[in-house]
Structure formats: C-alpha cells, structure tokens
C-alpha cells in the first residue's frame, strides 16, 4: 500500500478494509453487539464479509468516486460479488490477485484445509490461547523463526502477524476460511462476463490454491480478457516478500485508467 501510494505520486487515496473480526479492535473502541444486525446475518462470514466492504463503501467513500479494488486470495470472490450487488458501483478497474473465485476445496491446498477448518479447527484454540499469553517481543521471535526460510522478508509484515495470535481473530479466520471451502464453488461467469473489461486476473505458477488448471481454463473461457500467469515466481502469500514487486506491477496495468482522470 505504501509503494502503490508513493507510486501514484500521493495523488490518490489508498483504502484498506481489513476483513471483520481478524483484528484486535483498539483498546479505546466500544465492541456494541446489535442484536438485529446479529440476527440478520452471518457477521463473520462470506456474506458479513461483502457487506462490511460495502457499508465501507457507504458510509466513508462519496459515490461519484472511480474505484479501482485489489484484492488477494478470497479479496477477489468478495470484489465479485460487491460488483453484483452494487453494479452502479464507480469500479473503472478490479484486480485480481491469486484470485481463489472458484472449487477451492477441490485445490491441493483446499484438500488437506477443508477437514481441518471445517472440522478440527476447534482443536487450534487451546494452543492459540497459550501462545497469546506469550510477550509481544517472544510472539514476534517466533513469528521471524518461523518466516526465516524467506529471502527478503518484508519486516513490515511481522506486528500484524503476531496480532493474529489472539483466539478471537484466529476463529474468525478459520471460521470464514470453512465457509470458503463450503461456498465457493462454481466460477461466476456471468459476473465476469459483465465487467470483463474491468478486471484484471493474476495467477500464481505454483499456486496450490488456484491451480495453473483454473488460469487455463478461465483463459479459455474469456480468451478476450486481461487474464495473466505469473512468470516471476511470487508466492500465494506475496505480503511475505514481494508486495513493492506486486504494487509495481498493479501501477503498470491502472495507469492508463489514471491518466484518463487526469
């Protein structure tokens, strides 16, 4: 975010939404359950999780704004379906990184996932528990033993990584993380159809969540679309050590977009 900020020359605003309920809220914020909001819907769920970007939307973007969205992983199934659901949404360009829109469960990743999440994830809690109770300074030692098989480690990435060591964030995570392997499912097509000329897609090489099989065969699909395979070896989970690489590249396929703005 930062690279893709200076890269555009401070000139446009750079949002992020975490998703709901996978970050320790501040100390200072007033956690209010409204139970009708509760009862309405799943709030940390795939659908909590689209209408958090949209209320996002809402309430703090005004709406003659041109967006262009990124999103990671299951980022690009929610842009999708934000574009469904709000189609007078101003999106000149969505990008589509590592996108995992589609059988994620079929995936060689989903495979050995879906049992864990959907069925054992409980078992996590208890450790997780344990290892929140740990000081900050340990949590962050081990989360760079951990992450030390890395060539460049982005060290911007460790205090966000050790906030996750905390059980609430964790069952959220893998709660929503058992829903993606229940509901996604089929490739939205028609979705994709509609909007071709505003996405942009990105898969991995070595993406055992979306597989070269799926880039193929969306290519396939919409032979006329802007639909690209990674030729330089960028991980699934790019934050780790290539997002000012990946943010040179997201500059590089909006700028034309930009310069019609200005």
């Not at 900020?5 to 409204?34: F, K, N």
């Not at 992983?73 to 379906?81: D, N, P, R, W």
């Not at 205090?159 to 995570?173: E, F």
């Not at 499912?185 to 071709?196: A, H, S, V, Y």
Request: net charge neutral.
């Amino acid at each position: 975010m930062q690279t893709l900020h200076q890269t555009l020359g401070r000139r446009y605003p750079v949002w992020a939404v975490s998703h709901a309920g996978h970050c320790v809220p501040p100390d200072t914020m007033d956690m209010i359950e409204d139970p009708t909001v509760m009862a309405a819907g799943d709030v940390f769920g795939l659908n909590g999780q689209i209408e958090h970007k949209l209320a996002f939307l809402t309430e703090h973007v005004p709406r003659d704004f041109r967006l262009v969205l990124v999103g990671h992983s299951i980022g690009c199934y929610l842009i999708l379906e934000m574009m469904k659901r709000d189609p007078e949404l101003q999106v000149v360009k969505s990008v589509m990184l590592f996108p995992t829109i589609e059988r994620m469960a079929a995936t060689p990743q989903g495979r050995v996932m879906t049992p864990v999440l959907c069925r054992l994830r409980y078992v996590a809690y208890l450790p997780i528990f344990l290892l929140s109770l740990l000081p900050d300074v340990l949590k962050a030692f081990m989360v760079k033993l951990v992450f030390r098989g890395l060539r460049s480690l982005d060290h911007s990435t460790v205090p966000p990584t050790v906030s996750l060591i905390n059980v609430d964030t964790a069952a959220n995570a893998m709660y929503m993380g058992s829903q993606e392997m229940l509901e996604v499912l089929e490739r939205d097509n028609f979705t994709i159809n509609q909007n071709l000329h505003k996405l942009v897609f990105y898969y991995g090489a070595t993406d055992h969540w979306c597989p070269v099989q799926y880039y193929q065969e969306i290519k396939r699909k919409f032979p006329e679309g802007d639909i690209r395979l990674c030729s330089r070896g960028i991980r699934h989970a790019f934050v780790l050590d290539a997002g000012k690489e990946v943010a040179g590249m997201i500059f590089e396929w909006i700028r034309k977009d930009l310069q019609t703005w200005s």
